[in-house]
């Protein structure tokens, strides 16, 4: 497990007096503290030594002031420094711009090699493995994408356990968005565990405010978990997967109720589902979210999802209501079963049987899937019809939970798209005071009679 710094590098400000260019000396100042002070032109250097860094990647343009990094680290090092090799950057630096990048990575090698050896003297490092990156100045799509593939490119430099410090202090504006995004790539597609362990920026621009007059570098990263809270309640609204927002909140009660709450979705629990679902809407209404940062803005959020189930006292309605969200979110096997289950718990609802018994389920089923009931009542046009429509989805049902074999795509796809149809035809004939007037002239011990399970 390694630290690596990832920084920007600019151009610098030039020395008119000497014609070189340079970033102005700062005292960077780290949890305003003076004790936590360092005193160099080099943002990165204060936070290399600051975090004891055991990696440095510098990215720049093939105009940023490599020359001078390469002197700085030399010379407060024991790497000996090569002027030839000095003036010669300086030559291909000057000769580079937005038209000709002349200036090539393979010409950094022996900053890389300076990088090292400070890193070696300065913060005990082990590994000499830094990095320079050039990039391009993204002026058109093409070098924007090339810009996108270079930063794509170091998560190869990276390795599992290796936690990762961003420095956004110098250069182009453009290059916190890459870094943003190599970041969240990283940590939502790679195999790799790697952490953001800060955000680094060093405020120059206030330190002639400071009373010491000093650059205060401040950690960002709070900013960076914002968005793992976005996608946390974006998985939890639309898949039912609250694992993230458990994982990232401080109240552990809270996490573990919207864990349970996550697994009973994916298992489909309905009966289970329905109480812990009420008991997290308790929960976070009962919560002081003053100090709870993050959290206080999505609890909103929460509860308008949660708020959509809570209030549904029937179990039919309420299953009804998660086969409608499932497939909402594409999960149509799960809306299918809820679908189907729901007409077997309406039919419980109607004789006070025990719906989470599996007998009392399976007598239930005897109304509309019997070929006797079919056939002494089919004069009763409600319940032939729901008969009807719960035959058809539960094949579907039967096909989903059996993991069909069958290659017919047309036959999938119309099972998908009919599902709006059957939804709205089964809810229908619930809501139907009819179909309880002819439900309500069969007796429970005709359905006895019938049973075969």
């Known amino acids: 497990m390694s630290k690596i710094l990832i920084s920007p590098l600019g151009v610098g400000k030039l020395d008119r007096d000497s014609a070189k260019r340079e970033y102005l000396e700062a005292k960077y100042r780290f949890n305003n503290k003076k004790i936590n002070e360092y005193k160099t032109p080099f943002v990165s250097a204060a ?52 038209n000709n990048y002349y200036l090539k990575e393979k010409d950094l090698h022996k900053v890389d090699d300076a990088i090292n050896s400070y890193l070696k003297e300065n913060t ?52 916190p968005l890459f870094m943003y995004l190599m970041m969240d790539f990283i940590q939502n597609l790679k195999s790799k565990q790697i952490e953001l362990s800060g955000l680094y920026y060093g405020m120059l621009d206030i330190k002639r405010e400071m009373d010491e007059d000093y650059a205060p570098v401040i950690d960002y990263k709070p900013l960076f978990e914002i968005s793992k809270w976005i996608r946390g309640v974006y998985d939890f609204t639309n898949y039912g997967n609250g694992y993230l927002i458990s994982e990232l909140s401080n109240d552990k009660e809270l996490a573990d109720r919207i864990n349970r709450v996550s697994d009973l979705f994916n298992i489909n629990y309905i009966k289970e ?66 679908l189907v289950e729901s007409v077997l718990t309406y039919i419980c609802e109607f004789y006070d049987l025990d719906f989470t018994d599996f007998n009392d389920r399976m007598l239930a089923k005897v109304l509309v899937g019997s070929k006797e009931i079919r056939r002494k009542y089919s004069d009763l046009n409600k319940l032939m019809s729901l008969s009807n429509k719960f035959l058809k989805t539960n094949t579907i049902r ?8 069958s290659e017919t795509a047309r036959v999938s796809k119309q099972d998908i798209e009919n599902y709006v149809k059957y939804q709205n035809e089964i809810e229908s004939l619930l809501n139907s005071f009819k179909l309880k007037e002819e439900i309500n002239n069969i007796h429970i011990t005709e359905l006895k009679d019938y049973y075969r399970y």
């Not at 440095?56 to 002197?71: D, F, H």
């Not at 930063?151 to 290059?175: A, K, N």
């Not at 308790?282 to 308008?304: C, M, R």
């Open 124 to 175: 005990n490092s082990q590994i000499e493995a830094s990095k320079s990156k050039v990039i391009t100045y993204g002026i058109n799509d093409e070098e924007i994408w090339s810009n996108f593939d270079l930063f794509m490119g170091l998560t190869e430099e990276l390795e599992d356990g290796d936690q990762v410090y961003l420095d956004i202090t110098h250069s182009f504006r453009s290059i």
């Open 273 to 338: 589902l329905k109480t812990q679902i009420r008991k997290l809407n308790e929960q976070l209404q009962a919560t002081d979210l003053k100090n709870l940062k993050v959290l206080n803005y999505i609890v909103p959020n929460l509860e308008e999802f949660l708020n959509r189930f809570e209030n549904i006292k029937s179990d039919w309605k309420f299953q009804l209501e998660i086969s409608k969200w499932f497939h909402e979110n594409n999960k149509y096997g799960n809306a299918y079963i809820s």
């Open 398 to 405: 039967r096909s989903v939970a059996h993991g069909s074999l």
């Open 47 to 98: 936070i290399a030594q600051h975090l004891n860094i055991d990696k440095m990647i510098l990215v720049g343009t093939s105009k940023s002031m490599w020359e001078e990094v390469y002197r700085y680290f030399a010379e407060n090092s024991s790497y000996e420094l090569d002027e030839d090799y000095y003036y010669n950057l300086v030559e291909k630096i000057e000769e580079s711009g937005v």
